[in-house]
């Protein structure tokens, strides 16, 4: 598996605002330069996932666009495949589709439907991914995950995958799992089981907290007391990034040397701090 593939950068953002802040995200999300717009799914946002990234598609005529993730348990595939195929359209084919498993307990308790163990969450993730793969050829896929079996699923289906800390159904699962030694074992993973399917997927770089700083001390401290974390571990976590710019820059090439994550995605509320750092690293 390659380390050293370009950068690539993308916004996650959750589309829970109006119909025109949300064309206003787009907006700005392409004026910056970003190369990929993902949203979020979850019952409670007042915009629907594909209803979405099709006015996106009609707004920027760049941008590529996906979804970070459906939660498979929420929805008929036929039905997705019907609406993916609407995007494609309207698009030109810019868009990817991101997959998963499902986890947050709300979305199951707002839909009243049951959130069955993550064994059988899994194997229904692992019979629609292969309905998808027959239904769109040619799709980009995007899965992720942090245990064993979902990691192993990814690498051998999927064109990016996300490697995940720990969730329960509520969150992170603690500190253990934000650490960069759970990465390395993930990334591990991921590698072998890519290599023995013959296979070189992109591996994506999840950012949960995105800060660019001239003073970040401040917001290191705040962070790992929220992470349950020593000061001098932050720097190494993966799903949290906060430095100055050139710190940032440097620290997302050591993960890049690291780890070989190329293809970085923040929140959609520090895409504009962050477009510095993205600039910085284009092309390298």
């Known amino acids: ?112 439907i049951r959130r069955e163990s993550g064994a059988v969450r899994l194997e229904r993730l692992e019979r629609v991914v292969v309905e998808y793969g027959q239904a769109l050829p040619g799709t980009p896929l995007l899965l992720g995950g942090s245990r064993p079996r979902t990691l192993s699923l990814a690498a051998r289906a999927a064109d990016v995958v996300s490697i995940l800390p720990g969730l329960g159904p509520d969150g992170p699962r603690g500190r253990q799992d934000l650490l960069p030694e759970a990465t390395d074992r993930r990334v591990a993973l991921v590698r072998d089981a890519a290599s023995a399917a013959g296979r070189e997927p992109v591996l994506n770089h999840l950012v949960w907290e995105c800060f660019v700083s001239p003073r970040p001390g401040p917001i290191v401290e705040a962070l790992a007391r929220a992470a349950g974390c020593e000061l001098g571990e932050l720097d190494d976590v993966p799903c949290f990034l906060v430095g100055t710019r050139e710190q940032l820059v440097e620290r997302l090439l050591a993960h890049r040397e690291r780890w070989g994550f190329s293809f970085v995605t923040v929140p959609a509320s520090a895409m504009e701090a962050f477009a510095a750092v993205a600039e910085a690293l284009r092309g390298r």
Do not use: I, K
């Open 1 to 112: 598996m390659s380390f050293q593939r370009p950068f690539e950068f993308g916004v996650v953002a959750e589309a829970d605002c109006t119909a025109e802040e949300w064309l206003e995200v787009v907006r700005r999300c392409d004026a910056l330069g970003y190369d990929v717009l993902l949203v979020s799914d979850h019952v409670h946002h007042r915009l629907a996932p594909f209803p979405a990234l099709a006015a996106a598609a009609v707004v920027s005529d760049r941008l590529r666009f996906g979804t970070y993730v459906l939660n498979n348990d929420l929805r008929n595939p036929a039905l997705v495949v019907q609406e993916f195929r609407t995007v494609h359209e309207l698009s030109s084919g810019r868009v990817l589709l991101g997959v998963g498993a499902g986890w947050y307990r709300g979305d199951y308790a707002s839909t009243g």
